[in-house]
């Protein structure tokens, strides 16, 4: 009855003149939704004395008719704005056929941020610059999308995000900057198309095959840290992913997880300034119940991923725009053909989940420098390797969870590409990227099921003080970041 109920409301809305399908302004659509509303809790009083009347015939306590005025308790006849919300979803495919399947969605973050920095210049003075001063600022960050799923393979979306078309690992605006209530870019952070074949789906050891293209969310962010992927980074190309399932027991459960990237990074008419990026990626993860005897699992998993940039190097030197990707790796760097092994291990205290990770990272293409260039103390260039540690407890997911993280991290200069990994470890320059050492650690704690506070500090100095790598000058930076995030 109720799915009835639901679906002649969505009917009457979508036949009838007098309430529009399509709204000409927020406030029509607002409206729309209100009368819509009001007729499914006139209709929800409707189906409550009818339950009411059957209920009394049932228990034989009342044989006669109720009266017409016969009062309705509250609870029965109120429609709260969940179940108004829920039966939209549920039932609007069935009227409007083109929006079955899909889901639109999105957040905004307002952001506190403070930067103080620990090193030899003078602030207020002649050797102070603009790069390592004391600075507070506001920044917010909108994103917002749509997905379609036609329920036969395919699906289709893109999302619209706050931030700049010259810088790949943020999407964050800056109140005030550039002055006097200007207004703030939006651009498309996501725009792609994937393949979900149903015959694949839980056949043999198959449980689950996808091929997407266009720009999309990293598929390689799951099994990485920010020592290799900023998580902003938005990859423009191909990619795979395939979920098998060698073993299925009701205690234990190994499951191998498969990506391959194909990335387009740079191209243009220019001669031999093309450049492409080659993922390969497997994690192999064992969940199992067999550990103590407790009513929840430990995950054990190990990741090995390898990241192939044929062309970088000489599109970056040769690269003519404002902004230069090479950013924090040396000027002699080689090649990057980078391997990441992660190992992590979940398990939980008291229904709290407790996650322990560590990364290893290596750049097998760099070479080196020259004896000479060591002679002179530059030996920045010979700096190819990263790691780093972790612990995070919780996991803020819905009202009155919460979650604290840790991180250490040693990034060589030319471990990994500096354009893509982590954008807010540290730096002049209020940017990270490579060539850094430092702590990353915060406090999250969800309010609501849809608003998150959530505090991030990091303490970070350059490995190597060098003029010859760009940001790495100067010492310890303190920066905390203090937001307030909200999904919609």
């Known amino acids: ?17 007098t309430v529009p399908l399509f709204a000409d302004s927020p406030g029509d659509v607002m409206s729309t939704l209100e009368s819509m509303k009001q007729q499914m809790t006139k209709m929800q009083e409707t189906i409550d004395r009818q339950n009411l009347r059957i209920q009394q015939l049932e228990s034989h306590k009342v044989l006669e008719t109720p009266q017409a005025n016969t009062p309705v308790q509250p609870s029965q006849a109120t429609m709260s704005d969940a179940d108004f919300q829920k039966g939209i979803k549920d039932n609007i495919g069935e009227v409007i056929p083109w929006m079955k399947g899909t889901k639109f969605g999105g957040d905004f973050r307002l952001r506190m941020e403070n930067f103080s920095f620990y090193d030899k210049n003078d602030d207020a003075g002649s050797t102070g610059t603009a790069n390592d001063r004391a600075r507070n600022r506001t920044r917010i960050r909108l994103r917002w999308g749509f997905e379609k799923d036609y329920g036969d393979d395919w ?240 996991k803020a997911k819905k009202k009155g969870d919460w979650e604290t993280f840790y991180g250490y991290y040693v990034i060589g200069a030319n471990a990994v590409v500096a354009a893509f990994n982590d954008s807010d470890f540290g730096g002049p320059g209020y940017a990270g990227y490579t060539n850094r050492i430092g702590h990353k650690f915060g406090l999250g704690y969800q309010l609501t099921d849809n608003i998150l506070f959530n505090w991030t500090g990091y303490l970070v100095r350059p490995l190597d003080p060098s003029s010859i790598v760009a940001s790495s000058t100067n010492e310890d930076v303190f920066r905390s970041q203090l937001d307030m995030g909200y999904k919609f």
Not at 1 to 16: G, Q, S, Y
Not at 170 to 185: A, I, P
């Open 1 to 17: 009855m109720r799915r009835v109920l639901w679906l002649a409301a969505l009917a009457a809305l979508a036949l009838t003149q």
């Open 155 to 394: 699906k289709v979306g893109f999302r619209l995000a706050t931030g700049s078309t010259t810088d790949q690992t943020g999407t964050n605006q800056t109140l005030g900057n550039s002055g006097y209530f200007n207004f703030k870019t939006f651009n498309i952070e996501r725009a792609y198309a994937g393949y979900s074949p149903n015959g694949l789906k839980d056949r043999g050891v198959f449980k689950g095959v996808t091929i997407g293209g266009g720009k999309f969310e990293n598929p390689f962010l799951r099994y990485s840290t920010p020592i290799v992927w900023d998580s902003d980074v938005t990859p423009e190309g191909i990619y795979e992913k395939a979920t098998l399932q060698f073993v299925s027991t009701e205690d234990t459960k190994v499951n191998l997880y498969t990506t391959l990237g194909q990335f387009i990074l740079n191209e243009n008419a220019a001669v031999d300034t093309d450049a492409e990026m080659y993922g390969y990626q497997g994690a192999l993860n064992v969940s199992t119940y067999s550990f103590g005897g407790g009513d929840m699992p430990v995950d054990i998993t190990g990741a090995i991923s390898y990241y192939d940039y044929p062309g970088w190097y000489q599109t970056v030197v040769n690269n003519t725009a404002s902004t230069s990707y090479l950013r924090t790796n040396s000027l002699s760097a080689d090649d990057f053909r980078v391997v990441d092994f992660y190992p992590e291990v979940q398990f939980y205290v008291k229904h709290t989940p407790v996650t322990l990770w560590v990364d290893y990272v290596q750049n097998v293409a760099n070479v080196g420098t020259t004896d000479t260039a060591q002679s002179l103390g530059n030996d920045i260039h010979d700096k190819n390797e990263a790691w780093g540690i972790g612990l995070k407890i919780g």
